[in-house]
Antibody, heavy 121, light 107 residues
Framework: EVQLVESGGGLVQFGGSLRLSCVASEFAFSDFGMNWVRQAPGKGLEWISYISASSATIIYADSVRGRFTVSRHNAENSLYLEMSSLRGDDTAVYYC??????????????WGQGTLVTVSP | DIQMTQSPSTLSASVGDRVTITCRASQSISRWLAWYQQKPGKAPKILIYKASTLQSGVPSRFSGSGSGTEFTLTINTLQPEDFATYYCQQYDFYPVTFGGGTKVEIK
């Protein structure tokens, strides 16, 4: 069964930085584009970033562009999200999920369990 | 960006009911739409992709329809485990966007 395990979340101050990781197992990680999606407490889902299988294509949501950097290490089945200049509205559970389908854009399946990032004054 | 609007935002229903959730896109997205179920404290789980294709392992009481700008998720014979929040997602263009969610509550 495919497993995705996010880690690296925690409490960070306004303006601080954090690095999230997502480790995949039981699937061909290097063949799949990967996404980061976040969910603020009690709110809906917000897609924030995509990185293609080869890292050749990287896309960000406007809300994080210039502050967040996505990367991957296929040999280690790992996906990363470097977050800097953190703000209160970055407080959320952060999920990783592979892109489904063969198109440029796809659905997200499966999802990791998420890691909580809390940004405080 | 493509805006996705779900209705209703909350739906009260009883076990055994048939429920329908609507998702509207701000522009045509062909059939590039997925539906997810999320239970409290858990990650979303995909139910349907390409508007009407049931993901493997998802019960057949779930069905999806629509194309262009209007889509529906139908749950036939609502079961206790179906009380959850449901989201639609368009994947025609980046940025991927989600609907605001529909919470299905016990009446």
């Amino acid at each position: 069964e495919v497993q995705l395990v996010e880690s690296g979340g925690g409490l960070v101050q306004f303006g601080g930085s954090l690095r999230l990781s997502c480790v995949a197992s039981e699937f061909a990680f290097s063949d799949f584009g990967m996404n980061w999606v976040r969910q603020a407490p009690g709110k809906g889902l917000e897609w924030i970033s995509y990185i293609s299988a080869s890292s050749a294509t990287i896309i960000y949501a406007d809300s994080v562009r210039g502050r967040f950097t996505v990367s991957r290490h296929n040999a280690e089945n790992s996906l990363y999200l470097e977050m800097s200049s953190l703000r209160g509205d970055d407080t959320a559970v952060y999920y990783c999920a592979p892109k489904g389908g063969s198109g440029y854009v796809g659905w997200l399946d499966p999802w990791g369990q998420g890691t909580l990032v809390t940004v405080s004054p | 960006d493509i805006q996705m609007t779900q209705s209703p935002s909350t739906l009260s229903a009883s076990v055994g009911d048939r429920v329908t959730i609507t998702c509207r896109a701000s522009q045509s997205i062909s059939r590039w739409l997925a539906w997810y179920q999320q239970k409290p404290g858990k990650a979303p789980k995909i139910l349907i992709y390409k508007a009407s294709t049931l993901q493997s392992g998802v019960p057949s009481r779930f069905s999806g329809s629509g194309s262009g700008t209007e889509f529906t998720l139908t749950i036939n014979t609502l079961q206790p485990e179906d009380f959850a929040t449901y989201y639609c997602q368009q994947y025609d263009f980046y940025p991927v966007t989600f609907g605001g969610g529909t919470k299905v509550e016990i009446k």
